[in-house]
């Protein structure tokens, strides 16, 4: 419970007073006092002045040499390389220079995505059934656009979307590593999917 402030008295108030008159401040501007010498209110600052002043200047003079460039997020491929290996070390080295021959492949080239999830999901499950390890799923690198407008658009819808379907439920649990697969099967264009053993 808060207690409650006496009033001062008029004896307070006069002994009050005569200290206030003995004491120097510090910073005489700083404050100043009300007419019953109670409560310091504070003196307003002035506010600085803003110039407007315009220097000479020549039209371009300030103008970057160089426009920055546009920061896109990284491409499919450099994410997928830059993923950790997640598979023996010999093997992904072999795989990544293409001396491993792929057990399975499939070609989605010209699938609509409505097409080819089904098709991936059913090829992935089967051939883990099977005891594979190491397929080839194709997936072309994508057409170029006639008319690419301002805004970048990426190439190849299948391209960018197989990765997130093979690491997603039910593929998931199944696909241990997925690389980019080499030029003598495919490049950009495919990708080398490892798979766990089958239990």
């Known amino acids: 419970m808060a207690r409650r402030k006496k009033p001062l008295t ?11 008159k003995t004491v120097t401040p510090t910073r005489p501007d700083s404050f100043r006092f009300t007419e019953d010498h109670t409560k310091p209110l504070p003196t307003p600052k002035p506010k600085p002045r803003q110039s407007f002043e315009v220097q000479d200047f020549r039209i371009g003079e300030t103008a970057p040499d160089r ?3 546009s920061y896109l997020s990284p491409s499919i ?4 390389a830059a993923a950790p290996v ?5 093997t992904h080295k072999k795989m990544v220079r293409g001396k491993l021959k792929p057990e ?9 995505l409505a097409q080819a999830h089904p098709a991936l999901t059913r090829f992935i499950l089967s051939s883990h059934d099977d005891g594979k390890r190491l397929v080839l799923v194709i997936t072309g690198k994508g057409k170029d656009r006639d008319d690419p407008g301002p805004i970048p658009i990426r190439r190849g819808v299948l391209k960018h979307q197989v990765p997130n379907w093979l690491q997603m439920p039910p593929l998931g649990r199944v696909v241990l590593d997925i690389r980019e697969a080499h030029l003598r099967h495919g490049g950009s264009g495919a990708y080398y999917v490892y798979l766990r053993r089958p239990r």
Do not use: F, N, Y
Not at 77 to 80: A, G, L, M
Not at 104 to 112: A, V
């Open 10 to 20: 008029q004896e307070d108030r006069h002994l009050w007073s005569a200290v206030t």
């Open 67 to 69: 426009q920055p460039g």
């Open 77 to 80: 491929s450099d994410r997928i």
């Open 86 to 90: 997640r598979m023996d070390h010999g």
């Open 104 to 112: 399975g492949r499939i070609d989605l080239h010209g699938m609509t």
